[in-house]
């Protein structure tokens, strides 16, 4: 019998706005689409912290036995600045601004995305499928929805007919919105824009002859809009419906709405069972923003190179962090917060290391199955990570107590708790076992980093007793530089 017959999990359905008893359409089978990355930019810490909770939602499918096909795009094109269909679009842009190919673009950061989510030990997804290998999927579902009276067509443009597809459907099911409302809180079209109605939506927009970014379709040389590559990708991969749709909160209007809304006009009924959305992260208290300096990049977490942190913390510290929070809470990264979460991270590891030298006696002083029981059941109601952990230090507890002396354990419900503590640590939170040395190395990696740093702009300008200085002083400590026409690196001694 698979685990997945023996826990039943609760899921918290935006659609519903209720906590829903999970069923999959097929037994035994899940599939998640999740929505990923443009990639115009660095990933931020808000974009991992939505991503991470996912992971582990997709960790613990597969620890019940489910076979997952987990879909998470990259969004390559279509993007634009504006989500009411004007402005640049975003990767274009960035490739304008530093006089590069938007693919250059693409290819950068959609490295720096994998580099981050690998440090964060995530799981890579089934199919990670990009908006402009799946041009023609989106070109096919524009003629459907044409052909079905949803959309319309006008100087090259194809445009969703929101107020013709709410005659019969209701837009707005998902953020609980009213056209009529929408309406009201729009302004009247300028005469400058093709859409008929504010609210409409674009599936294909014409290029105009600076766009770089386009590819031939029935109605002109363009690009797809933002909401249909999704669409066009979760059900190539996964269906015409499928089990779970997740991503952040920013995206349930519009980006969700239009795609239950394409989908519909396309297939005649709902893509998704379970919508899923994660909170959103700010920072001190406050929103996220580069303007205000308010913001923190994840690499700056491993270095420690942030004013608003006082040190470096190991991505395993940060990832247990986050996971302290429900994923659908609202999340305050803090300095203080890290450090609390670093001072439990390690006395959790501290237990784990303990599990191989307790010794087993003839009964056992706490109950072993009924803990873990309350571990899967706070996991089976949706996702409950802060009182899995919860559940987790009460192990650590007990572990502490076998190894005074002031408890006991027999051999078989050692081997629960080994299992029990190992599994939910590490296979389903996605922790990984960093010693505090390892830390402190982190940390001299990041010192050492910026040294180098330092050194190469002493060269650029020709100080070369500054530069000699810092080579010389850290060969005392024992750390080598070496360079090579790939750059500097160092050995210790």
């Given at each position: 019998?698979?685990?997945?017959?023996?826990?039943?999990?609760?899921?918290?359905?935006?659609?519903?706005?209720?906590k829903?008893?999970?069923k999959?359409?097929?037994?035994?089978?899940?599939?998640?689409?999740?929505?990923?990355?443009?990639?115009?930019?660095?990933?931020?810490?808000?974009n991992?912290?939505?991503?991470?909770?996912f992971?582990?939602?997709?960790?613990?499918?597969?620890?019940?036995?489910y076979?997952v096909?987990?879909?998470?795009?990259?969004?390559?094109?279509?993007?634009?600045?504006?989500?009411?269909?004007?402005?640049e679009?975003?990767i274009?842009?960035?490739?304008r601004?530093?006089?590069?190919?938007?693919?250059?673009?693409?290819q950068?950061?959609?490295?720096?995305?994998?580099?981050?989510l690998?440090?964060?030990?995530?799981?890579?997804?089934?199919?990670?499928?990009t908006?402009?290998?799946?041009i023609?999927?989106?070109?096919?579902?524009?003629k459907?929805?044409?052909?079905?009276g949803?959309?319309?067509?006008?100087n090259?443009?194809?445009?969703?007919?929101?107020?013709?597809?709410?005659?019969?459907?209701p837009?707005?099911?998902?953020?609980?919105?009213?056209?009529?409302d929408?309406?009201?809180?729009?302004?009247?079209?300028?005469?400058q824009?093709?859409?008929?109605?504010?609210q409409?939506?674009?599936?294909?927009k014409?290029?105009?002859?600076?766009?770089?970014?386009?590819?031939?379709?029935?109605?002109?040389?363009?690009?797809?809009?933002w909401?249909?590559?999704?669409?066009?990708?979760?059900?190539?991969?996964?269906?015409?419906?499928?089990d779970?749709?997740?991503g952040g909160?920013?995206l349930?209007?519009?980006?969700?709405?239009?795609?239950?809304?394409?989908a519909?006009?396309?297939?005649?009924?709902?893509p998704?069972?379970?919508?899923?959305?994660?909170?959103?992260?700010?920072?001190?208290?406050?929103?996220?923003?580069?303007?205000?300096g308010?913001?923190?990049?994840?690499?700056e977490?491993?270095?420690?190179d942030?004013?608003?942190?006082?040190?470096?913390?190991?991505?395993?510290?940060?990832r247990?962090?986050?996971l302290?929070?429900?994923?659908?809470?609202?999340?305050?990264?803090?300095?203080?917060?890290?450090?609390?979460?670093?001072?439990?991270?390690?006395?959790?590891?501290?237990?784990?290391n303990?599990?191989?030298?307790?010794?087993?006696?003839n009964d056992s002083?706490?109950?072993?199955?009924?803990?873990?029981?309350?571990?899967?059941?706070?996991?089976?109601?949706?996702?409950n990570?802060?009182?899995?952990?919860?559940?987790?230090?009460?192990?650590?507890?007990?572990?502490?107590q076998?190894?005074?002396?002031?408890?006991?354990?027999?051999?078989?419900?050692?081997?629960?708790?080994?299992?029990t503590?190992t599994s939910?640590?590490?296979?389903i939170?996605?922790?990984?076992?960093?010693?505090?040395?390892?830390?402190?190395?982190?940390?001299?990696s990041?010192?050492?980093?910026?040294?180098?740093?330092?050194r190469?702009?002493?060269?650029?300008?020709?100080d070369f007793?500054l530069s000699?200085?810092?080579?010389?002083?850290?060969?005392?400590?024992?750390?080598q530089?070496?360079?090579?026409?790939?750059?500097?690196?160092?050995?210790?001694?």
């Open positions: 019998m698979k685990l997945f017959d023996q826990q039943q999990i609760k899921i918290y359905n935006t659609l519903s706005g209720e829903e008893l999970f999959p359409l097929n037994k035994g089978y899940v599939g998640m689409y999740v929505c990923g990355p443009t990639v115009y930019s660095n990933v931020h810490l808000g991992v912290r939505t991503f991470m909770s992971d582990m939602i997709f960790r613990y499918l597969k620890h019940l036995g076979k096909r987990y879909v998470r795009n990259i969004t390559d094109a279509g993007h634009l600045e504006n989500d009411a269909d004007v402005g679009d975003r274009a842009k960035k490739a601004l530093e006089e590069i190919e938007p693919m250059e673009v693409v950068r950061y959609t490295v720096d995305f994998h580099n981050i690998n440090k964060f030990n995530f799981l890579p997804p089934s199919i990670e499928p908006a402009t290998g799946h023609i999927e989106q070109i096919e579902i524009i459907e929805i044409i052909n079905n949803f959309a319309y067509q006008v090259g443009s194809v445009y969703f007919d929101v107020l013709k597809y709410n005659e019969s459907k837009y707005g099911i998902l953020s609980k919105r009213k056209v009529e929408l309406i009201h809180n729009t302004r009247a079209l300028d005469g824009s093709d859409k008929k109605n504010p409409d939506f674009a599936l294909w014409k290029a105009e002859p600076q766009h770089i970014m386009r590819w031939p379709s029935p109605w002109s040389d363009g690009f797809p809009g909401h249909l590559e999704c669409t066009a990708m979760s059900t190539k991969y996964l269906g015409e419906q499928f779970i749709h997740g909160m920013d349930k209007f519009p980006h969700h709405e239009c795609e239950i809304a394409q519909e006009a396309t297939n005649n009924h709902a998704v069972n379970y919508w899923m959305h994660a909170n959103m992260l700010i920072m001190n208290g406050k929103k996220m923003a580069k303007s205000t308010n913001f923190i990049l994840p690499n977490i491993f270095s420690g942030n004013p608003h942190i006082t040190k470096a913390y190991s991505p395993s510290v940060a247990f962090f986050m302290q929070a429900h994923y659908r809470s609202i999340l305050d990264f803090t300095n203080d917060g890290l450090l609390a979460s670093e001072k439990g991270f390690f006395r959790l590891m501290d237990a784990i303990l599990l191989d030298s307790l010794k087993a006696g002083s706490f109950d072993i199955n009924a803990w873990q029981q309350k571990c899967y059941d706070a996991m089976n109601d949706d996702f990570t802060p009182i899995v952990i919860a559940n987790l230090f009460e192990g650590v507890k007990y572990i502490n076998i190894k005074d002396g002031s408890a006991t354990i027999t051999k078989d419900d050692l081997i629960v708790l080994k299992k503590m939910f640590v590490f296979d939170l996605g922790l990984e076992n960093v010693s505090k040395s390892e830390t402190s190395s982190e940390k001299l990041g010192a050492v980093e910026i040294l180098i740093q330092l190469q702009e002493a060269r650029a300008n020709k007793a000699d200085k810092i080579r010389d002083e850290l060969a005392e400590a024992g750390i530089l070496n360079d090579s026409r790939e750059g500097t690196t160092f050995s210790t001694n």
